[in-house]
């Protein structure tokens, strides 16, 4: 029973490179998340999607892209990496009418 | 906009002993899911517990309970009977009932140090 895994699970990135964090959800389920969760404080919205196809902005969106062409997956792109970036990241999904939010792992991204 | 508060950044109970997390939160929306989620060191974020706010019974779950306060916009989490395992960062969070967008909002955490 695999749930939510988000890979890699550590990163270290120069100022200025890309790379993209991998979510996969088993659970067929509708809604997909992307958190930040900076030191001491709690999780920021970067990117949300209700669905194939669809996804839109959070409260952090900025220096951030998602894509979602199937249910089960659910990429973060990093195109310029800058340290503000470096946090720990979180993907997240859950049923269309239910409230509990299922997390993956976290992926520790640093970026020097 | 939603926002949610935790005014404790910091607590610490003995071992066996009773805690209370405070939480509060702010809206203009009558229906809405509330809920505590704990990160222990590993990093998961593991649901404690959710209430829902069209429900006047406080919810439980075994050692967990809170106490619900609609008119006030509070939400304790209580553990009765700590344990060494429930050492952890505790985050309050809010979401919309209803609507396309159920945007989970979370408090600042509060880091939760259980005593031998």
């Given at each position: 029973n695999a749930g939510v895994t988000q890979t890699p699970k550590f990163r270290i990135l120069k100022i200025g490179q890309s790379m993209t964090l991998q979510c996969t959800q088993?659970?067929?389920?509708n809604y997909m998340y992307w958190y930040r969760q900076d030191p001491g404080m709690g999780l920021k919205l970067i990117y949300y999607s209700v669905g194939a196809g669809i996804t839109d902005k959070g409260e952090v969106p900025n220096g951030y892209n998602v894509s979602r062409s199937t249910t089960e997956d659910f990429p973060l792109r990093l195109e310029l990496a800058a340290p503000s970036q470096t946090s720990v990241y979180f993907c997240a999904s859950r049923l269309s009418n239910t409230g509990e939010l299922f997390f993956g792992e976290g992926s520790r991204l640093t970026v020097l | 906009a939603q926002t949610v508060t935790q005014s404790q950044p910091e607590m610490s109970v003995q071992e066996a002993e009773t805690v209370t997390l405070s939480c509060t939160y702010d809206t203009s929306e009558s229906n809405y899911y509330l809920f505590w989620y704990k990160q222990p060191p590993s990093r998961q974020m593991i649901l404690v517990i959710r209430q829902e706010a069209y429900k006047q019974q406080n919810a439980t779950e075994n050692r967990f309970s809170v106490n619900f306060q609609k008119a006030a916009k509070s939400f304790s989490l209580k553990i009765s009977d700590?344990?060494?395992?429930?050492t952890a960062m505790y985050f309050c969070a809010f979401m919309n009932y209803g609507g396309a967008t159920n945007k989970l909002i979370f408090g600042t955490g509060t880091l939760l140090a259980v005593q031998p």
């Amino acid at each position: 029973n695999a749930g939510v895994t988000q890979t890699p699970k550590f990163r270290i990135l120069k100022i200025g490179q890309s790379m993209t964090l991998q979510c996969t959800q088993d659970m067929n389920h509708n809604y997909m998340y992307w958190y930040r969760q900076d030191p001491g404080m709690g999780l920021k919205l970067i990117y949300y999607s209700v669905g194939a196809g669809i996804t839109d902005k959070g409260e952090v969106p900025n220096g951030y892209n998602v894509s979602r062409s199937t249910t089960e997956d659910f990429p973060l792109r990093l195109e310029l990496a800058a340290p503000s970036q470096t946090s720990v990241y979180f993907c997240a999904s859950r049923l269309s009418n239910t409230g509990e939010l299922f997390f993956g792992e976290g992926s520790r991204l640093t970026v020097l | 906009a939603q926002t949610v508060t935790q005014s404790q950044p910091e607590m610490s109970v003995q071992e066996a002993e009773t805690v209370t997390l405070s939480c509060t939160y702010d809206t203009s929306e009558s229906n809405y899911y509330l809920f505590w989620y704990k990160q222990p060191p590993s990093r998961q974020m593991i649901l404690v517990i959710r209430q829902e706010a069209y429900k006047q019974q406080n919810a439980t779950e075994n050692r967990f309970s809170v106490n619900f306060q609609k008119a006030a916009k509070s939400f304790s989490l209580k553990i009765s009977d700590s344990q060494l395992g429930d050492t952890a960062m505790y985050f309050c969070a809010f979401m919309n009932y209803g609507g396309a967008t159920n945007k989970l909002i979370f408090g600042t955490g509060t880091l939760l140090a259980v005593q031998p």
